[in-house]
C-alpha cells in the first residue's frame, strides 16, 4: 500500500454522563441542554486508526450523524489527529433507529469512496445497542471483525485478535473490513500540542476549515429519506420504564482521627438494635 | 520536521496577573498581534486557589462597571474584623485599633478561579471585534521548560512529540505569571534573587451554610497556631450562604510537622465557627502557597531577554496588608503597557522592557511593598511576639479579658519584652530604613525535637471535622497511571533524612508538611523509604519547599491533571 489506508473512523456525540446538567428529574436526558462529549467507546476507534496511520500511513476520515452541534466531536477529532471529518446532518435523519441509522451511516462511508478499514466504537453510552458497526459491514459487504483488542497489519493482511466468551480469537482478514474496538484496547493518546494549534488556526480560516471539515446532507450521500429518520425506523417504542433506584440510607461517620471514626461506627452498630446487617446487607 | 509554532507573546498561567495582562494589552492593541496562553489545569481556573478578599483597584481599572454587569465577584465587604482567638473565646479587636490596613469594608470578595474563567472569556470576546488580534488559550499544556536562544528566552517546551518544532511554542516574548513553577529555574539561571523567596502555604475549605454571612470578613490570630509559629487564619462570607475558612502558615519555622490540613480542622473546632457550621456542608478543599518575601525577595530585574515575570512569580504579593490578587492583576497591567510599546518598537530585548520595572516600582505596588518591607523581619527579629506576645494575649481573652485589657496585660507582662514589641510595631507600621531584611535560603534550621503543646478546643460537632485524608478527596484531584510530576533526585538522601526524623519520632518534612496526604515513608526490604501517592497531589508545592534537602521538586503536571479548584 503505497499510500497507507483510507480509513472512516465512526464517532457519535453523546450527553457528558459526568455531568449532571440536562439531566431531567424522571432520569430521562434533555439533549438540548445536556453537556456534550465524544462516545468514550468511539475514542478507542479513533485511536486504532492513528496507530495504523503512524504504521502503515494514510489518512483518517471521521464521520459524525447528528445535529449541528455534533460538530464539536470532529473538530476535537481533528485535535486528536484525524484529518477530515465529514457531519451527516439532516433533520429527516431525526428519529433514526438503529437500522435507518446504519444505513445512513452506510451510504456515507460509500459516499467517502474507497475506505479500506471502517473503526467503530463497540457501543455508545446512550443508546447501547452495539448494532450499528455490524448493521454496516453488512451493507457494505465486507469482512467485519467485531470486539477487536489488537490488531496489525502484516503483508497487506489485517491480524486481529478478539475478546470472545473465556478467550481471545485470532482473525486474519484483508482489507476493505469493518472493525469494532473493544473498550479494553488501547487508550486514546493525548492531544498533542500541534494538533490543537493547527485547529486554533482552522477557526479562522473558513476555507481552509470547509476543506477539512464538511457538512453533508442525504442528498449528497444519495440516501432515500424513507429509509432512514422515523419513516425508516421500523422499531416501536412501547413504553418505557423507570426501573427505580438504586441506593439507601448511607451514614457518613466523621471524626478526627481515623481511630475515632471507626468507634462511631463501632458504637452504632451495638447500639442500634438493628444490629449488623443493615452496614452488611 | 514540522513547521515552528510562533506566537508574539506567550503568558505561562491563566492567574490574576497574566489575565488582566491580556485583558489590557487586547484593549490596547491598534494591530495585529498573537498571543498564547498556556496553563497546566485542563480549564481555566482549575487550578487557581485564594481568599480572597482584595482592593478592586485594577478590576475597576479593567471592568469600570464590575459590581452589576455580571463580574463573579462574592459580595462586597461590608463588616470586617481582626480577631484575637483563644481555644474558648473569639473577640474583635475594636475597630478603632484595628490598623486601617486590615480594614477591608468595600473590598470584593472574589474566588478567582470563577474570576480568571470570566476574564479569560472576556478576553476571546474583546480580541473577536479586533483585525488581527489573536489570543489562544492552551488549557491542559503546562509550560514544561524554558528554552532558551543563547541568553535570550526563545520560548518554552510543551509537549513531548520528539519533533522540537511540534515541541515548543516560540515567542517574542514569554511572561511568566506561573508563581514559579517553571520561572524559577529563569530566577536561578540569571541569578536574579539574591534574598530567597519566603513562603507561606494557605489551607481553604468552602462550606455552604444554612444561613447567611455574606459581606462578613474576619481575619484571626492566635488559636489553633502554635506559639513561635506565625500564621492566621481567615473566615469570608460569600453570596450564596457560602462560607470561606482558611490558614495561613508560614513554612520557615520550627516545626518540621506542620500538618497543615489538621490545623485547619482545628480552627473549625472553634466554638465561634462551630456555630457557623451548624448544618453545613463541605465543598471543597484546597491549598495553595504563598511568596510573602515581598521587597526584599523581589528579583533584581522583572525582564530579561525575551521574557517577564508577573505576579506571584515576580513576588507582588504584600504580606501586611494580605493583597495579592490585587498587585498580581496591577502587575500584569503594567506589563501589557510595557510590551504594547516593545510591540510597536519591536523590542523585547532587556532594554526594550526595562520600563516594566520602573513602572511597578514608582507605582502604588513599588510604595505599598516598600512601606510593608520590614513585616517578615518584625518577626524574625523579635521572636517574643509570637513566642510570648500573642500567646499571652489569646490566654488573656481566652480567659474574658477585653482585647484592649488583655494586650495591656500581655505587654505589661514582660516590660523590657514589650520595648521590643514598640520596636517591632514601628517596623510593621512605620518602617525606618535599617538595611535589608536578609532570609535564609533553606530549612536546615527546622527542630527535629520540636514539640507541640497545643491546647484544642472542645466540644465540636464530629460532623464539621474531617480526618485529614477525608478532606483530601474534597480536592477533586485527578490523574492518569502514567503521571510522575514529582520529582525524587536521588532516594539514598531520603534515606539518611528518614533516618534523621525516624530518630526523634518525627515524620520527615514532606510527610508533615504536606497538605494532601501525599508524601509516606514506608518499609521495604528492610529499610525505610521515602513513596508518594501522587493522585492525591493539589499541586502547592509546600513539600518541595520545606525539603530540607532539597531533594525533590514539584513539577506542572501534564494534561491537566491535578485538583479542580473551581469556585475556590
Ligand atoms: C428500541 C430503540 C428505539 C430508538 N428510538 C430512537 C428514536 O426514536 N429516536 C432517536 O433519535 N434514536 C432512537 N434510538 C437510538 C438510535 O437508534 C441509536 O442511537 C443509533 O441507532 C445508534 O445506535 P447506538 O447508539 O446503539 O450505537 P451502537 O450500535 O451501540 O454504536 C456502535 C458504534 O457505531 C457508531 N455510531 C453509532 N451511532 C453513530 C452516529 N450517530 N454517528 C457516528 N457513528 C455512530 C459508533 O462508532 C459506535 O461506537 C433508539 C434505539 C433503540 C434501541
Ligand atoms: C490561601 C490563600 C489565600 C489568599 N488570600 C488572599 C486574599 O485574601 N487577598 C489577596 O489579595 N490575595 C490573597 N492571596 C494571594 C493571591 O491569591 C495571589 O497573590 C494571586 O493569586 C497571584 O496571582 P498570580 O496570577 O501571580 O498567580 P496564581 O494565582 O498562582 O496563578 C498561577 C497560574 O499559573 C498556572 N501555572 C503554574 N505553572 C504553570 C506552568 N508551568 N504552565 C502553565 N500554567 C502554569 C497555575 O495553574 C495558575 O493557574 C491568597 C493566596 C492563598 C494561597
Ligand atoms: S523528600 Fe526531602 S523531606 Fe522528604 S524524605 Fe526526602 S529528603 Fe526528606
Ligand atoms: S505532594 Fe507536595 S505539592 Fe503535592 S499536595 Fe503535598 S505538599 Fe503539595
Known sequence: MGNGYKMAVLIKQVPDTSSAAGVNPDGTVDRARAKRMINPFDKFALQKAIETRAAHGGEINVISMGPPPALEVLVE???????????????????????????????????????????????????DTAQTGPQIAERLDVAQITYCETMEIVNGRIQASRIIDGGIQKLETAPPALITIANSASRLEHKKFANVHMVKKLSRDKAEMERRIKTITLDDIGAEPERVGLLGSPTVVGKTWKLGEKGGSCQLFKGDKPSHEVELLVGAIKSDGKGVEEFVA | MSDRIEYDVTLVGAGPANMALAYRLVQLTDRPIRIAVLEKAKEIGGHLLSGAVSNPRVIEKLFPMWKSDGFPHKG???????????????ENVPSLLTPPYFKKEGYAILNISDMCAYIAAKITAEAAQKDGVVVDFYPGFPAQRIVFDGDRVAGVKVDDTGDENADTLYSKVTVFGDKGFVSRDLIAKYNLRKNPQVWSVGVKEVWETPQSHEGKVWHTMGY?????????????????????????????????????PQILQDLKKHPFIQEMLRGAKLVKYGASVLPEGGFYSLPEKFAVDGAMLVGDALGTLDVKRFSGVDKAMESGYQAAETIWEAHKKEDFSASGLASYQAR??????????????????AFNDHPKLLDIFI???????????????????AGMADPFGSLGLLSARKKIENPSDIGPAVYKEDRTHIGKDYADNRKISEGYAENTIYTTADVVFYAHTHYGEENRHIEEFDAAVCKECIATFDASKKDTPCVGDCTAEVHQTLEKDGTRIHAMALENCVQCTTCEIVCPRTNIRVRAALRGYGPDFSGM
Not at chain 1, 435507518?100 to 473503526?119: M, P, Q, S
Not at chain 2, 511597578?360 to 523581619?377: A, C, H, P, Q, T
Request: one cysteine or more; charged letters at 20%.
Open chain 1, 77 to 127: 477529532a481533528l485535535e486528536y489527529g484525524a484529518d477530515y471529518g465529514y457531519l451527516l446532518s439532516d433533520r429527516r435523519l431525526a428519529a433514526s433507529d438503529t437500522l435507518a441509522t446504519a444505513f445512513a451511516l452506510y451510504k456515507a462511508i460509500t459516499y467517502l469512496k474507497d475506505v479500506d478499514i471502517v473503526f467503530t466504537g463497540l457501543q455508545t453510552t446512550d443508546g
Open chain 2, 360 to 377: 511597578i516600582m514608582n507605582g502604588w505596588v513599588g510604595k505599598e511593598l516598600s512601606d510593608s518591607r520590614y513585616f517578615r523581619k
Open chain 2, 391 to 409: 500567646p499571652r494575649l489569646a490566654a488573656a481573652v481566652d480567659s474574658g479579658k477585653s482585647v484592649v485589657y488583655a494586650g495591656i496585660q
Open chain 2, 76 to 90: 462586597i465587604c461590608s463588616e470586617s474584623y481582626v480577631s484575637i482567638l483563644g481555644p474558648r473565646r473569639w
Open chain 2, 224 to 260: 489553633p497556631m502554635a506559639p513561635g509559629h506565625l500564621g492566621g487564619g481567615f473566615v469570608y462570607g460569600q453570596t450564596n450562604n457560602q462560607l470561606v475558612i482558611g490558614m495561613v502558615m508560614g513554612l520557615d519555622f520550627v516545626n518540621p510537622n506542620l500538618r497543615p
